[in-house]
C-alpha cells in the first residue's frame, strides 16, 4: 500500500495486482491533544475520502504545495512531506502522482476537496523509459509551474510538465545504471542514487552537467538513499546524503564532496527478508543528526549520527519500534516486514510506519538516554 502524509492527514493506496483502494485518512486527534490529557476518543485513522485504481500504486508524491505526506503500505514504498502554500493554483493543492511499479506511466490524481469526497484519476502521462517493467522513481518539482523528475534508470531521466506532458529537461546521457532513489536539493539541483551506490548530482538548467560520484563498494550489494535539505538556504552543500546497503551499512556525506564519507556506521541487523524494495532511511526534519532505517525486518530503528566516525564502527540504535511485529495475526515475527516509514514534518519524534500486513502506525519515541525519570 501507498501512502502521502501532510501535518493533519494521510493518503492511502494499495499495491497488489487487482483493484485498489486509494483513501485519505485523517490522522488520530490523540495525535494532536495535549500531553496530559488523559482520555481522548477518537484514537484512530478516519476516512475523509476515497477512490479506486484499477491496477497497484508502487510509488506515490505529492505535488509541491500540498500538505499530503505519501506513503505505501500493503507494499508501503515511499513518504513525503511538504506545508501548504498559498501561492500554488487551487487545482494543485491536491493532487498526487503515482506509478504502478512495471511501467514509466504517471497517474494523476485529484484527492478532492469539501465538496466532493471521491478521489479520482484526473490524468495520465505516457512516458517512454529503456527500463520501463521496472517502474519510475518520482521527485516532485519544488519551483515553478507543477512537475515531476522521473526515471527508471540513469540514462533516462526526464522532468515533465504535469499539465502539458512536455519535457523541460532530459539527460541525454547513456548510463543505464538503475535508479533506487530520485530527489531534488534546490529548485534546480537533484541528486541520483544508483543501485550499485553511485551518485550523481544533476541540474535541470545543464542537461550535460551530470557528475557521477562512485561509491566503489562491493558488487552485488543494493543502495538507496535518503538527503536532508534545508530550502531555506540557497547552497545545496548543506545537504547531507545518508546511503544505506542491503548489507546494512549506512555511509553518510556531503555536496562538497560525495565520494568521502564524513561518517559511516555498520547496522547491527537481521534481515528477515531477502528483498531490497523496502530499504528505507530518512532523516529527522526537525532534529539534528537523527534519522531512521527500515525495510530488513518488522522495525523502525533511529540512530544519532552525532557519534558515528570516518572509520567503519558497529553503532546501536537509540530506538526501535517492534509494533509491526506484535501486529501480525500469527505472532510470526519473521513474516513482518516493514515497506516504508515517515517522520512527522512539525513533531520531531513522531514517525509514521506500514508494513507487509497492511499495518500502519504512528508513534512517538523517546531517547532513553536523554528522558528524564
Known amino acids: 500500500m501507498t501512502f502521502c502524509l501532510y501535518p493533519t492527514a494521510i493518503c492511502v493506496a494499495g499495491y497488489s495486482s487487482d483493484k485498489n483502494e486509494i483513501l485519505e485518512l485523517l490522522l488520530p486527534l490523540k495525535l494532536f491533544t495535549d500531553d496530559n490529557q488523559g482520555l481522548c476518543a477518537e484514537r484512530d485513522f478516519k476516512v475523509v475520502h476515497g477512490g479506486f485504481s484499477d491496477g497497484s500504486i508502487h510509488c506515490l508524491k505529492h505535488i509541491p504545495g500540498t500538505r499530503y505526506i505519501i ?28 506509478n504502478d511499479g512495471f511501467n514509466s506511466n504517471l497517474q494523476v490524481w485529484d484527492l478532492g476537496g469539501e465538496d466532493c469526497d471521491v478521489i479520482k484519476r484526473t490524468g495520465v502521462l505516457q512516458l517512454k523509459s529503456a527500463s520501463s517493467d521496472k517502474g519510475v522513481k518520482i521527485a516532485p518539482g519544488l519551483t515553478g509551474d507543477p512537475c515531476v523528475l522521473h526515471g527508471s534508470q540513469i540514462s533516462d531521466i526526464q522532468l515533465t510538465e504535469l499539465t502539458s506532458g512536455k519535457p523541460l529537461y532530459s539527460l541525454g546521457k547513456d548510463i543505464p545504471d538503475l535508479l533506487s532513489s ?4 534546490s529548485g534546480s539541483v537533484f541528486l541520483a542514487c544508483a543501485c550499485n551506490g553511485d551518485l550523481y548530482v544533476g541540474d535541470t538548467r545543464n542537461p550535460s552537467g551530470l557528475q557521477n560520484n562512485p561509491a566503489g563498494g562491493r558488487e552485488g550489494v543494493h543502495w538507496c538513499m535518503g538527503v536532508k535539505t534545508d530550502l531555506s538556504s540557497s547552497d545545496p552543500s548543506s545537504c547531507s546524503v545518508a546511503r544505506l546497503s542491503s548489507a546494512c551499512q549506512v555511509v553518510v556525506s556531503d555536496l562538497r564532496d560525495l565520494r568521502a564519507p564524513l561518517f559511516q556506521a555498520q547496522l547491527h541487523v537481521q534481515r528477515k527478508t531477502t528483498s531490497d524494495d523496502f530499504m528505507k532511511v530518512t532523516w529527522a526534519p526537525a532534529l539534528d543528526n537523527c534519522l531512521a532505517v527500515s525495510g530488513f525486518d518488522g522495525m523502525v530503528r533511529i540512530y544519532d549520527t552525532a557519534s558515528w566516525r570516518p572509520e567503519l564502527m558497529e553503532f546501536q540504535p537509540l530506538f526501535i519500534h517492534r509494533g509491526h511485529m506484535m501486529s501480525d495475526d500469527q505472532f510470526d515475527t519473521s513474516s513482518a516486514v516493514v515497506t516504508t516509514h515517515v517522520w512527522h514534518p512539525s513533531r520531531p519524534r513522531t514517525v509514521l510506519s506500514a508494513a507487509v500486513d497492511g499495518s500502519v502506525h504512528v508513534w512517538d519515541w523517546v531517547d532513553k538516554a536523554t528522558a528524564s525519570c
Do not use: G, K, M, P
Request: include cysteine.
Open 71 to 98: 506513503v505505501a503500505i500493503d507494499y508501503v514504498t515511499s513518504f513525503c512531506c511538504h506545508e501548504l502554500s498559498s501561492s500554488n493554483c487551487c487545482f494543485l493543492l491536491r493532487c498526487v502522482v503515482t
Open 182 to 185: 530520485l530527489q531534488f536539493v
